[in-house]
């Protein structure tokens, strides 16, 4: 939970506003359609455009030979226009000449092939080279534009790690500098190593650390320490790319900002290692509105992600670096945002913390991949499109939240999601590959506070717990050194715990817990000793049949699908049992008292309306603040954010049907439209009000 009871400094100092724009690309146009883009931008409200991201050529279009006379002209044309720049460095997509002279650049595929010239992101992070031509384009940037007016911050590269699954570079530099560091974290000693992947297993055993090569196609893939390992040096390398990119612009500009574009949830980047890298957290986020079955549900997955974005700064607001003005061209079905649905999901982002709404792109490319990527600007060239007016609409009520800047959101709840541990699920043989499903199953659990708009933080195991009042931990597989620890002290000390089967497994090298589940001391914690674990197939039927009187207050049954622990109670209160096979009458639910604190152990997985119902019980029994007191119809929302003094409360109808909320005795002031709002607010189909009131204390 965040305390802080005055606002965060904004995004920029020069700009205490929210943010809208996007990736600008003038590079791609001839100079005559600059001031049309300009007269655009204001007329959209845009004030912080992001420049440059992919335009080295076009910086340096020959080795050494550099024409920055365009780019000088669009930060002039920026600030005359009362806009900014995010101003990119352009690592990310190279220039023909630099890799035509110099190979070594291109990364190396698992199968030890040099991949020839082209793409994005398709660089090696160790190549001296390609270091030295990025510190030769970003000196020059710095020292050009360090004291433009029009330079809000930099955009250090892009995406890094994107394209495929993080695509690694295998090259022999990059593992060479691999096997450093696994000295640096062996300190040196092979035996350690040896003992912390087993490889007395299948004679994997290694006598130095030069006989050790990344894990790949053709080589070494059984040894889950090793894959786990690599996983931890591919961030460890794009950091310290990082580092490389940002030393050049720290000496030069030292305060100007840094940030690099996160992805959603990214599954190759430990995004934990790199909160206090970057100075402010950024984003890009592409949810599915509306082609994926079900918006409430896209909703909240998206919620999820800017949880996590805010609170890897411990509730610092962050930026949505990308979204999409109207559509994404590579989704399998290119559905439009239907109206409403823009202003919503941007909304939504401010909701949850962000300071600012950046698209993914202001001009329609007109050529190549991105070509029918939605824009602000579609080929046509003019504002007189749907797409225009919604963001000229958004652009007019992010004026009006200038008091918005800066606030943050308070959470009692902690959802763990743990990198590591997701690549310990991923990497591991067992359950069956389609039961683990370890994001979808912290998602589903942290969606239902989200649908009874109660704040959350989405931490990992780095994160103290002391702050939050009740922490659920999903399928927390991996205990790293310290966690379980963590979880008693937070427990005996009156918190409340719920975390679920498959958890206290395996330790930080993913080396089995010995002497029965949970491991690590979390058996006395939770009282339960969980001995193995089925896995049921779709067709099979297990229920959760909740005991007489428990501490819940439910009652009745729910379906259970997937996943069951057999569990022993040791110590803990069995509040459900299993309704179905040979373990039917078995504990499936139990709680234990620990100290001032409570252990739930949800052994088995279930649907979102056993976990709607748990939380709902837990949240009533705790006092957890709710946004809005009264009960929120079905697909309906309310976040909040404050600054200690006033509470600004965004109340979001992710259906296409008219919802009416329940305000309680409260009167609001309506931030947009002005007046008073109280009693029974109207919202119509992705429809979203901001209001405001005077803080409530928690
Ligand atoms: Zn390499």
């Given at each position: 939970?965040?305390?802080?009871?005055?606002?965060?400094?904004?995004i920029s100092p020069k700009c205490?506003h929210m943010l809208h724009g996007g990736d600008y690309n003038p590079d791609q146009w001839?100079t005559e359609v600059w001031a049309e883009d300009m007269r655009l931008m204001k007329a959209a409200g845009c004030n912080a455009m992001s420049v440059g991201i992919?335009a080295?050529?076009r910086l340096?279009?020959?080795?050494?030979?550099?024409?920055f006379g365009w780019l000088d002209r669009i930060m002039d044309m920026l600030a005359e226009n009362d806009a900014f720049a995010i101003l990119a460095?352009?690592?990310?997509?190279?220039?023909?000449?630099?890799?035509?002279?110099?190979?070594?650049?291109?990364?190396?595929?698992?199968?030890?092939?040099?991949?020839?010239?082209?793409?994005?992101?398709?660089?090696?992070?160790?190549?001296?080279?390609?270091?030295?031509?990025?510190?030769?384009?970003?000196?020059?940037l710095?020292?050009r534009y360090g004291t433009h007016p029009a330079l809000l911050m930099w955009h250090?590269?892009?995406?890094?790690?994107?394209?495929?699954?993080?695509?690694?570079?295998?090259?022999?530099?990059?593992?060479?500098?691999?096997?450093?560091?696994?000295?640096?974290?062996?300190?040196?000693?092979?035996?350690?190593?040896?003992?912390?992947?087993?490889?007395?297993?299948?004679?994997?055993?290694?006598?130095?650390?030069?006989?050790?090569?990344?894990?790949?196609?053709?080589?070494?893939?059984?040894?889950?320490?090793?894959?786990?390992?690599?996983?931890?040096?591919?961030?460890?390398?794009?950091?310290?790319?990082?580092?490389?990119?940002?030393?050049?612009?720290?000496?030069?500009t030292?305060?100007v900002?840094?940030?690099?574009?996160?992805?959603?949830?990214?599954?190759?980047?430990?995004?934990?290692?790199?909160?206090?890298?970057?100075?402010?957290?950024?984003?890009?986020?592409?949810?599915?509105?509306?082609?994926?079955?079900?918006?409430?549900?896209?909703?909240?997955?998206?919620?999820?992600?800017?949880?996590?974005?805010?609170?890897?700064?411990?509730?610092?607001?962050?930026?949505?670096?990308?979204?999409?003005?109207?559509?994404?061209?590579?989704?399998?079905?290119?559905?439009?945002?239907?109206?409403?649905?823009?202003?919503?999901?941007?909304?939504?982002?401010?909701?949850?913390?962000?300071?600012t709404?950046q698209y993914?792109q202001w001009r329609?490319?007109?050529?190549?991949?991105?070509?029918?990527?939605?824009?602000v600007v579609?080929?046509?060239?003019?504002?007189?499109?749907?797409?225009?007016?919604?963001?000229?609409?958004?652009g007019?009520?992010?004026?009006?939240?200038?008091?918005?800047?800066?606030?943050?959101?308070?959470?009692?709840?902690?959802?763990?999601?743990?990198?590591?541990?997701?690549?310990?699920?991923?990497?591991?043989?067992?359950?069956?590959?389609?039961?683990?499903?370890?994001?979808?199953?912290?998602?589903?659990?942290?969606?239902?506070?989200?649908?009874?708009?109660?704040?959350?933080?989405?931490?990992?195991?780095?994160?103290?717990?002391?702050?939050?009042?009740?922490?659920?931990?999903?399928?927390?597989?991996?205990?790293?050194?310290?966690?379980?620890?963590?979880?008693?002290?937070?427990?005996?000390?009156?918190?409340?715990?719920?975390?679920?089967?498959?958890?206290?497994?395996?330790?930080?090298?993913?080396?089995?817990?010995?002497?029965?589940?949970?491991?690590?001391?979390?058996?006395?914690?939770?009282?339960?000793?969980?001995?193995?674990?089925?896995?049921?197939?779709?067709?099979?039927?297990?229920?959760?049949?909740?005991?007489?009187?428990?501490?819940?207050?439910?009652?009745?049954?729910?379906?259970?699908?997937?996943?069951?622990?057999?569990?022993?109670?040791?110590?803990?209160?069995?509040?459900?049992?299993?309704?179905?096979?040979?373990?039917?009458?078995?504990?499936?639910?139990?709680?234990?008292?620990?100290?001032?604190?409570?252990?739930?152990?949800?052994?088995?997985?279930?649907?979102?309306?056993?976990?709607?119902?748990?939380?709902?019980?837990?949240?009533?029994?705790?006092?957890?603040?709710?946004?809005?007191?009264?009960?929120?119809?079905?697909?309906?929302?309310?976040?909040?954010?404050?600054?200690?003094?006033?509470?600004?409360?965004?109340?979001?109808?992710?259906?296409?049907?008219?919802?009416?909320?329940?305000?309680?005795?409260?009167?609001?002031?309506?931030?947009?439209?002005?007046?008073?709002?109280?009693?029974?607010?109207?919202?119509?189909?992705?429809?979203?009000?901001?209001?405001?009131?005077?803080?409530?204390?928690?």
């Amino acid at each position: 939970m965040h305390t802080q009871s005055d606002r965060y400094p904004p995004i920029s100092p020069k700009c205490p506003h929210m943010l809208h724009g996007g990736d600008y690309n003038p590079d791609q146009w001839p100079t005559e359609v600059w001031a049309e883009d300009m007269r655009l931008m204001k007329a959209a409200g845009c004030n912080a455009m992001s420049v440059g991201i992919f335009a080295w050529s076009r910086l340096e279009p020959q080795e050494g030979q550099y024409e920055f006379g365009w780019l000088d002209r669009i930060m002039d044309m920026l600030a005359e226009n009362d806009a900014f720049a995010i101003l990119a460095t352009p690592s990310a997509a190279r220039p023909a000449w630099l890799d035509a002279r110099y190979p070594e650049c291109c990364k190396v595929t698992a199968e030890g092939q040099r991949r020839d010239h082209g793409m994005r992101h398709n660089f090696c992070w160790s190549s001296p080279a390609f270091r030295e031509k990025v510190t030769a384009i970003n000196t020059r940037l710095a020292e050009r534009y360090g004291t433009h007016p029009a330079l809000l911050m930099w955009h250090v590269s892009n995406e890094y790690g994107g394209e495929g699954s993080g695509a690694p570079c295998y090259c022999e530099l990059c593992q060479a500098w691999f096997r450093d560091w696994l000295r640096d974290r062996y300190d040196n000693d092979i035996e350690t190593l040896n003992h912390a992947w087993w490889t007395a297993f299948w004679s994997s055993r290694y006598e130095s650390f030069d006989q050790i090569d990344a894990p790949g196609p053709l080589g070494e893939r059984a040894i889950h320490g090793l894959t786990l390992d690599w996983k931890r040096f591919n961030t460890h390398q794009a950091i310290d790319f990082y580092r490389h990119e940002t030393s050049t612009l720290k000496r030069i500009t030292p305060d100007v900002s840094c940030t690099t574009n996160f992805m959603w949830a990214f599954e190759p980047q430990d995004y934990w290692q790199w909160a206090n890298e970057v100075d402010i957290v950024s984003w890009d986020g592409y949810p599915g509105w509306h082609c994926r079955g079900d918006d409430v549900r896209e909703a909240a997955g998206a919620a999820f992600n800017h949880d996590l974005f805010r609170s890897l700064k411990a509730g610092r607001p962050f930026m949505l670096m990308e979204s999409v003005p109207s559509v994404t061209s590579w989704f399998p079905v290119c559905k439009l945002k239907r109206p409403g649905m823009h202003k919503l999901s941007s909304l939504l982002a401010i909701a949850h913390g962000s300071d600012t709404v950046q698209y993914f792109q202001w001009r329609k490319s007109r050529g190549a991949t991105e070509k029918f990527f939605g824009a602000v600007v579609d080929h046509v060239g003019h504002e007189d499109t749907r797409v225009f007016g919604d963001v000229a609409e958004l652009g007019r009520v992010l004026k009006k939240l200038d008091g918005v800047v800066g606030t943050t959101v308070r959470s009692e709840v902690a959802v763990l999601f743990d990198w590591p541990t997701r690549w310990a699920v991923s990497a591991m043989s067992g359950l069956g590959h389609r039961h683990r499903n370890y994001l979808g199953t912290c998602m589903q659990h942290h969606a239902a506070f989200w649908t009874m708009g109660i704040g959350v933080d989405v931490i990992d195991q780095t994160v103290a717990l002391d702050e939050y009042r009740l922490a659920v931990l999903p399928m927390l597989y991996m205990l790293r050194p310290g966690m379980a620890e963590k979880i008693e002290r937070f427990v005996a000390d009156g918190g409340t715990a719920v975390m679920t089967y498959w958890s206290g497994i395996v330790d930080e090298h993913d080396l089995c817990h010995l002497g029965g589940w949970p491991g690590g001391g979390l058996r006395k914690v939770f009282g339960v000793w969980d001995e193995e674990t089925d896995a049921i197939c779709e067709d099979d039927v297990q229920r959760l049949v909740l005991s007489e009187g428990n501490e819940l207050g439910l009652a009745g049954e729910y379906e259970i699908h997937q996943l069951c622990a057999l569990i022993h109670a040791e110590g803990a209160t069995v509040a459900g049992t299993y309704g179905e096979d040979f373990y039917a009458g078995r504990p499936a639910l139990t709680v234990n008292h620990y100290g001032d604190g409570k252990a739930w152990y949800v052994a088995a997985r279930t649907g979102q309306d056993f976990l709607d119902d748990l939380y709902g019980r837990l949240a009533s029994d705790l006092g957890l603040r709710r946004t809005l007191d009264a009960t929120l119809p079905q697909g309906v929302t309310a976040r909040m954010r404050t600054n200690g003094e006033t509470d600004y409360v965004f109340v979001m109808n992710f259906t296409d049907a008219v919802a009416g909320v329940d305000l309680g005795e409260t009167t609001f002031a309506d931030v947009v439209n002005g007046g008073e709002v109280a009693g029974r607010l109207a919202l119509p189909a992705y429809g979203v009000a901001i209001l405001s009131r005077p803080a409530v204390e928690a």
